[in-house]
């Protein structure tokens, strides 16, 4: 099995469950903070701190290996933490970074998708206008150093770690490539890599397609990017919102998400015990897309602020939610740094959806279920004769060309897409055609 994942930060092998929603609400904290020092003070369980100590003192002074006591305070710290909920949790410097890797959508690195297969470091793709890209990498390059560091016995995050650094920071790059007696080397400056988290396609003329792998702080921006480039392609009849397995990110890119396709209207409310914690987060005029027959795919990797997205858009009656329940993630969580290389993650806030549901271990359930199955087609009927076939026939004389053969890929390959798409169709034909009788 081959792992793969992008050194552009994007993780798409399961090194983290999630990536999950979270909430600016530092100043918050810090004001609550200051109010509560001294009644949080006096209301210290100065019994269960005793205890503490005296088993502190006893591993420091039994274990059968010294202990160090900054591994102690650190291992109790991710004790506390991890007692709470499963989304909340200690950042360490590498944790931390990753987070903010994943939420900001850049990085200091080469602009590569890089996987592993019997053993070796594969490029699967340069990314469009990186260093990496520029300097002539290409898809299929088997890299065999980093620098003066052999890649061979290398873990995947290894070589990628090694790949990463500050930008303007040199590496060399020895490649092996099909076709070239000697291998290659690649002296590529860092630069800055942007994570595009918002992809886009014509499904067919007319029929717009939208995934968005991650919601990351410039997702609502780069949405309206990829909406502008499909509408100079086409004349847009309505558009497929793809979340599946979308594990979530930053709330505010669920907010701007949710105006794009809103033009009035409470998209999501949070609550918690902080008052600052307690928002309300509504659509604005400025909307990219306000009526465009719109078809949200979710299932059960949908989740947070995917679930956002679709639960505003459900209650609004603006879309239509297709495929499977979503995961059911209905809580925020804060970034609280501690200093420049650790925070914690904490659960402050629970998020409710604009007719005040919790999705909270329920999900968002769609209104058309659509399985994530394959479909098979009944190639029985094709031994019949057709008009076609009899010697002699009438040519058709139209010219355009049918779709059929781009259908049956699409129903093979993605079903569930295959039927938003269908959906999409039925309702433009049938909107056409009201139009025609109301004239």
């Not at 006591?69 to 991710?78: C, G, M, Y």
Request: net charge negative.
């Amino acid at each position: 099995m081959t792992n793969t994942l992008r050194h552009a930060g994007i993780i798409t092998s399961g090194l983290l469950s999630l990536t999950l929603l979270c909430s600016p609400l530092q100043a918050a904290v810090e004001s609550d903070k200051a109010q509560q020092s001294d009644a949080a003070t006096q209301a210290l369980p100065l019994q269960d701190l005793r205890l503490f100590a005296e088993v502190f003192g006893r591993i420091k002074n039994a274990y059968v290996e010294p202990v160090d006591d900054a591994k102690l305070l650190q291992d109790a710290i991710r004790g506390m933490i991890s007692g709470l909920d499963p989304h909340s949790s200690y950042l360490e410097p590498k944790e931390f970074e990753s987070l903010q890797i994943h939420t900001s959508g850049e990085f200091g690195g080469l602009g590569i998708e890089v996987g592993m297969k019997d053993g070796f470091i594969r490029v699967v793709s340069p990314i469009d206008d990186t260093p990496a890209e520029r300097a002539g990498v290409k898809a299929g390059d088997l890299i065999t150093k980093l620098d003066d560091t052999s890649t061979q016995g290398l873990g995947l995050n290894e070589a990628v770690n090694l790949m990463r650094g500050k930008p303007g920071e040199p590496i060399v790059l020895t490649i092996v490539r099909e076709g070239q007696e000697k291998p290659l080397e690649f002296t590529i400056i860092r630069d800055i890599i942007h994570v595009a988290s918002v992809k886009s396609r014509l499904l067919d003329d007319g029929y717009g397609y939208l995934r968005i792998t991650q919601f990351q702080v410039n997702t609502g921006a780069e949405l309206n990017r990829q909406i502008s480039k499909l509408k100079e392609k086409s004349e847009l009849k309505g558009m497929v919102l793809d979340l599946r397995n979308n594990p979530g990110g930053v709330l505010q890119a669920a907010v701007d998400v949710g105006n794009v396709f809103l033009d009035k209207g409470l998209i999501v409310y949070t609550e918690g015990r902080l008052a600052n914690s307690k928002q309300r987060f509504s659509a604005t005029s400025k909307t990219a897309l306000p009526q465009l027959p719109l078809i949200v795919l979710i299932n059960a990797g949908s989740a947070s602020a995917s679930e956002i997205v679709a639960g505003a858009l459900q209650d609004h009656k603006r879309a239509i939610i297709m495929g499977q329940n979503s995961f059911g993630k209905g809580s925020v969580q804060t970034v609280l740094p501690l200093d420049s290389e650790r925070a914690l993650k904490l659960t402050t806030a629970r998020y409710f959806t604009p007719e005040g549901r919790s999705i909270q271990a329920q999900g968002i359930v769609p209104d058309i279920s659509v399985a994530d199955a394959k479909l098979t087609l009944n190639t029985s009927h094709r031994n019949g004769i057709k008009e076609k076939d009899l010697s002699g026939h009438l040519e058709n004389g139209d010219s355009r060309n049918s779709d059929a053969n781009n259908s049956a890929n699409l129903a093979s390959n993605d079903y569930p897409l295959y039927e938003a798409l269908n959906l999409l169709k039925a309702l433009s034909t049938v909107s056409a055609r009201q139009d025609t009788t109301a004239n």
